[in-house]
């Protein structure tokens, strides 16, 4: 297992706090066993949840030119066919999802192709299953058009306890299928917007694999304007 690079200052911290703590512990109270061993407990499982959280597995990702790859692991929590209103302005295929705290929270393009639309959003901190969170809280959205001429735009959406969102690619880029665009800081969500017409290979409340979890299929044929 690796340490992703936006760790490294929260783990810094994290071990600064329990420094800190356990001194004034050992200083105030020098003869209290009980608290001091209660306080080494809580350091060391509040050191392995940071550090859990900022995890970083090494795999090779799937890949497919017709493929959808899952951009984050987590649980499906939307499949709907909705209406995209910030970029594309037509009916989509809706796919969400969810990350809890102790999911590994790097973020991985779903396409290869070059990402014509890109927009950071401040916002709300709306608990990332809030049906408003997708068009309220903080987010990211991001537009690739695929090999195969298809747009399908993805969203990085900041929850109740999120407060950083990380992106590593810009309008015009060219990126890879499974490559890392970003990262979201403590539970959130990711939605897909996916052209009508694709097949979804996943099922509400089933878990999910970013880079390696086959999310869906894009239709047939070509069609550089969906």
């Known amino acids: 297992m690796t340490i992703h690079k936006e760790g490294y200052t929260s783990i810094a911290l994290c071990i600064l706090f329990i420094f800190v703590l356990n001194a004034l512990v050992h200083f105030f109270y020098p003869d209290v066993q009980g608290l001091r061993w209660f306080v080494y407990l809580l350091s060391f499982l509040l050191f392995v949840i940071v550090l859990q959280f900022f995890r970083s597995p090494r795999f090779e990702a799937a890949t497919g030119d017709q493929q959808v790859v899952c951009p984050a ?11 995209e209103t910030e970029y594309l302005n037509d009916k989509r295929i809706q796919v969400s999802v969810f990350m809890s705290p102790v999911n590994v929270h790097v973020n991985r393009n779903p396409v290869a192709g070059v990402v014509k639309y890109f927009k950071y ?5 709306l608990v990332a299953w809030h049906p408003k969170s997708s068009t309220e809280n903080e987010r990211t959205t991001i537009a690739v058009e695929s090999k195969t001429g298809f747009t399908v735009l993805f969203r990085q959406i900041a929850g109740a306890l999120a407060r950083r969102i990380v992106w590593y690619v810009k309008e015009g880029e060219e990126v890879a299928q499974g490559q890392q665009f970003g990262f979201i800081k403590f539970g959130s969500r990711v939605d897909i917007f996916l052209p009508l017409g694709s097949k979804v290979l996943v099922g509400l409340g089933e878990k999910v694999k970013g880079g390696r979890t086959i999310l869906a299929e894009l239709p047939d044929g070509t069609n550089a304007t969906l």
């Open 73 to 83: 692991d987590g649980k499906v929590v939307v499949i709907e066919e909705t209406e």
């Open 121 to 125: 959003h401040p916002g709300k901190y």
